[in-house]
């Protein structure tokens, strides 16, 4: 059976919350709005960004929500730019891709980042050759819709009874279990860990070494 762990990217394996949180306030001065607490901001993280906008601003307001998405996308480019700001890897994440290759597992990423923000992360970081699949928001319904992991199935040759979904929010565990997949939740992002438990997660790991005993607890390869 072709074994296939699809990661989500922001708060799974890197931490861009400073990013996030001041691109989202600047989203909203631009629009004479206040900004969201970053609590709020920190609980969207993994939607696409007009669902997100949606829940932020909850106004039936479309061309406002859009608005917001196009000056998060600009203000979090800029903030790249500058280079003052970082995307850093969680540590343990580039020593896990390569024993999970050993170990003949295929690895693909679904999260609420654009194809351009994915990217940037999988190239600025040397590990886009891990991926057999990197699918994202700009081409698919946001989490919890199980279309980013149909299609990184497909791409895998993979069946659900072999796949695992990694993430950090309710949103990739909810997803997981759309799909039929395992749901493994890690501690170190945006939701707690009960709410990972309530959404569907068999379990939360609580380091990179414990992630990868996890995923080869229930899988066999064959």
């Given at each position: 059976m072709t074994r296939l762990a699809i990661f989500d990217c922001d708060g799974t394996m890197v931490d861009g919350q400073a990013n996030?949180?001041?691109?989202?306030?600047?989203?909203?001065?631009?629009?004479?709005?206040?900004?969201?607490?970053?609590?709020?901001?920190r609980r969207i993280v993994g939607l696409s960004l007009i669902e997100a906008m949606r829940r932020l601003a909850p106004e039936p307001d479309d061309a406002l929500h859009e608005r917001l998405a196009e000056n998060y996308r600009q203000a979090f480019q800029a903030l790249r730019a500058k280079g003052d700001r970082t995307e850093p890897l969680y540590g343990g994440l580039i020593e896990l891709l390569e024993k999970l290759r050993a170990a003949e597992w295929l690895c693909a990423v679904a999260t609420g980042k654009s194809d351009r923000g994915l990217k940037f992360v999988v190239e600025h970081y040397g590990i886009a050759d891990h991926f057999i699949s990197l699918q994202t928001a700009d081409r698919h319904p946001s989490k919890p819709h199980p279309s980013m992991i149909?299609?990184?199935?497909?791409d895998a040759g993979a069946a659900p009874a072999g796949a695992v979904m990694i993430g950090d929010t309710s949103f990739d565990m909810e997803m997981a279990i759309n799909a039929g997949v395992r749901a493994i939740g890690v501690d170190w992002g945006y939701h707690d860990a009960h709410e990972l438990h309530a959404a569907g997660a068999e379990q939360v790991v609580t380091s990179m070494d414990a992630l990868f005993d996890a995923l080869n607890e229930g899988t066999s390869h064959g």
């Open positions: 996030i949180c001041t691109a989202m306030e600047q989203a909203f001065v631009a629009e004479n709005l206040t900004p969201p607490d970053h609590h709020l901001t149909m299609q990184a199935l497909d």
